[in-house]
């Protein structure tokens, strides 16, 4: 259940911790004169996401194709579905793609073909998400229901210490829950309390696009293709399901190695509502790192494995998180502050899941 108790960080950096890694990262673009949006290589990543993306469905509504085939497309489809979210999406909904706005909601609008939507992405990970990091109760990343237990501070269920196997299941669940039922839940929540990012938009005009939304994406990704294509129903919606599956399972998977971690902090205000630390420093201590060094994990996910980087310069593009990870880095440590990451994206998913087996075991009795 998300708490609405107000929220406020330290303003105490004695040490000026901010204040001196903001100078050094900004001194870098001025000193190599590049812009901290994107550039060619993100314009040529977008194109190639999207290539793999929709080739596969236009394929499937020309050509006469085996059922292996079918499947085999879909997969690839989920995998573009993943790309274009983490790499396209992402930087235009944080107004990082470009220095112009109308690119960068033009990009960040593609969450509609990957069905979510703008105003609801934008309160959850822009406002409640990068603000509230790994604070349970306000950031939403943290809820999963009574079916999932990441966080001690969750109320413990009895079928939670079997999570670390069937999580992966649901995992992959993600993006199709957005498709039926997660957008509406979340703006009637999120409008009730008033919520954005921005300026508070029209209730009346998010439902209608919410609702207009809804329709189209239904309509291009499961009757267009029953149709006009010979394909028989239900492999149509097998498809459908195997590609927000495998989007799901990568998005999933992605996100969790970034907070949901033993490594991972997550405090808990004071009776006030105050955390200790300062924002940046929270940042520091809630996010980790995972194949940094890893050039395919580095394309494909968008920088996501630079959490520490985009949670403390979440308007930067990724396209630069490989260069100024080495000034995140070692300001950190002259700073004597935490810079959590894993050398490698196996050693992340291996410990992500002790984690969870950890957080399904029945917490000891407090007196």
Known sequence: MMIQQPISFSRNDSTKFFRTLNKRVNDYFKENNIKRTGNWKLWLKTIVM????????FLILTLNLPTWALLLL?????????????????DGNHGSFSNKEW???????????LAGNVY????????????????????EDLEAGR??????????????????????????????????????????????????YGKFPNPSTEWSKLVISKIIYL?????????????????????????????????????QL????????????????????TWAIHQLETTVNFATNNKIVNWFTGGL???????????????????????????????????????????????HFRYLKEMGMKPAIQA
């Open 50 to 57: 999207f290539t793999l993306f929709l080739t596969p469905y």
């Open 74 to 90: 879909n997969i690839i489809m989920g995998i573009g579905m993943a790309g274009v979210g983490m790499n396209v999406m992402h």
């Open 103 to 113: 690119i960068n909601r033009l990009m960040g609008s593609s969450i509609y073909i």
């Open 120 to 139: 609801n992405w934008k309160v959850q990970h822009n406002v409640l998400h990068h603000t509230y990091t790994n604070i349970h109760g306000h950031d």
């Open 147 to 196: 079916i999932l237990r990441f966080s001690k501070h969750a109320e413990w269920r009895r079928h939670h210490k079997f999570q670390h196997y069937y999580s992966l299941f649901l995992y992959g669940l993600l993006t199709i829950n957005w498709a039926i039922t997660t957008d509406f839940l979340q703006m009637k929540r999120y409008l009730k309390r008033k919520l954005s």
């Open 219 to 255: 309509s291009i990704w499961i009757v267009l293709p029953i149709l006009i294509t010979d394909i028989v129903w239900w492999k149509i919606l097998l498809g459908f399901f195997l590609m927000h599956y495998v989007a799901g399972l990568i998005l999933s998977v992605v996100f």
């Open 258 to 277: 970034a907070h949901v971690m033993d490594e991972a902090e997550m405090p808990l205000p004071e009776a006030n509502g105050t955390m200790k630390n």
């Open 305 to 351: 494995n630079h959490q520490v980087e985009h949670h403390i310069f979440p308007n930067i593009s990724h396209i630069h998180y490989t260069k100024i990870s080495k000034i995140v880095k070692e300001t950190a440590k002259e700073f004597n502050l935490p810079y959590k990451e894993y050398e490698t994206t196996r050693k992340a998913i291996a410990a």
